[in-house]
């Protein structure tokens, strides 16, 4: 017996209310779900994943939505308004690897010198990216995925270097409250370590983040000095699992990595 589909609230953000407007406008054109993919060149799948809120997607998308469902282009409206500032935030190879994070059920990160992006402050980020507020929204709209309830947050396990803690990134206020919110944000489904400084580990080549997708299969994020880009190669995933185990090894337990970072927040004191 099919399950009843996923109960969508547009108010919860732009995934939810983009899903139920696909779902209501192939509704009312009297399409199942299949039948629309037999007319677009998108998968079953990924047309279900968009409806349930649980991938994004291109802006070719709705286009042939709407011209499928004869919507008169609302979708594709709709899709402007709610993606596309956001989307021209992110660099061009960066975006793809938000649609893989959004759909994670694991993410795995290495940050060898920033805080990871997913838990930035807005005051961080907004340093860091130079002021730039669309970016810094942009940024902010990717930890949505840490506060959804269906389909519950990817397990988030984060690693870096004791002296993270220490850069002067905007200040001792800015970097107060980024410790802070590091401190107060470990929780069961989100953990970081911390690796005391002067301790050797294989972490000096630069960051990577290892993502677990719901079909079992693994992909990585890794930055060089240039861009950002999105590695598949099953012998290079085993290789950056490996790296980030060796790392883990030389890190503090997550109690006393918390521990740790409250301490330094005194630090940062006046």
Same mark, same amino acid.
């Given at each position: 017996?099919?399950?009843?589909?996923?109960?969508?609230?547009?108010?919860?953000?732009?995934?939810?209310?983009?899903?139920?407007?696909?779902?209501?406008?192939?509704?009312?054109?009297?399409?199942?779900?299949?039948?629309?993919?037999?007319?677009?060149?998108?998968?079953?799948?990924?047309?279900?994943?968009?409806?349930?809120?649980?991938?994004?997607?291109?802006?070719?998308? @709705?286009?042939?939505?709407?011209?499928? =469902?004869? !919507?008169?282009?609302?979708?594709?409206? %709709?899709?402007? #308004?709610?993606? $596309?500032?956001?989307?021209?935030?992110?660099?061009?190879?960066?975006?793809?690897?938000?649609?893989?994070?959004?759909?994670?059920?694991?993410?795995?990160?290495?940050? @060898?010198?920033i805080v990871d992006?997913? =838990?930035? !402050?807005?005051?961080?980020?907004?340093? %860091?990216?130079? #002021?730039?507020? $669309?970016?810094?929204?942009?940024?902010?709209?990717?930890?949505?995925?840490?506060?959804?309830?269906?389909?519950?947050?990817?397990?988030?396990?984060?690693?870096?270097?004791?002296?993270?803690?220490?850069?002067?990134?905007?200040?001792?206020?800015?970097?107060?409250?980024?410790?802070?919110?590091?401190?107060?944000?470990?929780?069961?489904?989100?953990?970081?370590?911390?690796?005391?400084?002067?301790?050797?580990?294989?972490?000096?080549?630069?960051?990577?983040?290892?993502?677990?997708?719901?079909?079992?299969?693994?992909?990585?994020?890794?930055?060089?000095?240039?861009?950002?880009?999105?590695?598949?190669?099953?012998?290079?995933?085993?290789?950056?699992?490996?790296?980030?185990?060796?790392?883990?090894?030389?890190?503090?337990?997550?109690?006393?990595?918390?521990?740790?970072?409250?301490?330094?927040?005194?630090?940062?004191k006046p």
């Open positions: 017996m099919p399950q009843p589909p996923k109960q969508l609230t547009p108010s919860n953000g732009a995934l939810d209310l983009f899903g139920s407007e696909v779902r209501r406008y192939r509704q009312l054109a009297g399409h199942s779900i299949a039948q629309l993919s037999d007319r677009i060149p998108y998968s079953s799948s990924f047309i279900g994943a968009v409806e349930r809120a649980e991938s994004r997607c291109e802006r070719a998308f @709705p286009e042939h939505c709407d011209r499928v =469902l004869e !919507t008169k282009d609302a979708l594709t409206h %709709l899709y402007d #308004g709610l993606f $596309a500032g956001k989307a021209s935030a992110f660099p061009e190879w960066f975006r793809e690897w938000t649609e893989i994070e959004a759909l994670a059920l694991t993410l795995k990160a290495y940050q @060898p010198n992006g997913l =838990l930035q !402050t807005p005051q961080y980020a907004e340093i %860091l990216l130079f #002021g730039d507020q $669309a970016k810094v929204e942009a940024r902010m709209g990717r930890q949505a995925i840490l506060t959804r309830s269906d389909p519950r947050p990817p397990r988030i396990i984060t690693v870096m270097p004791e002296t993270v803690l220490w850069y002067d990134v905007g200040g001792p206020d800015v970097m107060r409250a980024q410790l802070e919110k590091l401190a107060s944000t470990s929780s069961p489904w989100m953990s970081m370590q911390i690796i005391p400084n002067g301790q050797r580990h294989p972490g000096n080549l630069g960051a990577f983040v290892l993502a677990t997708l719901p079909d079992g299969s693994e992909v990585a994020y890794v930055e060089t000095a240039l861009r950002g880009m999105i590695v598949e190669d099953r012998a290079d995933i085993a290789e950056l699992k490996d790296q980030f185990d060796m790392i883990c090894t030389q890190a503090l337990p997550v109690g006393m990595s918390v521990d740790l970072i409250s301490q330094t927040v005194d630090r940062w």
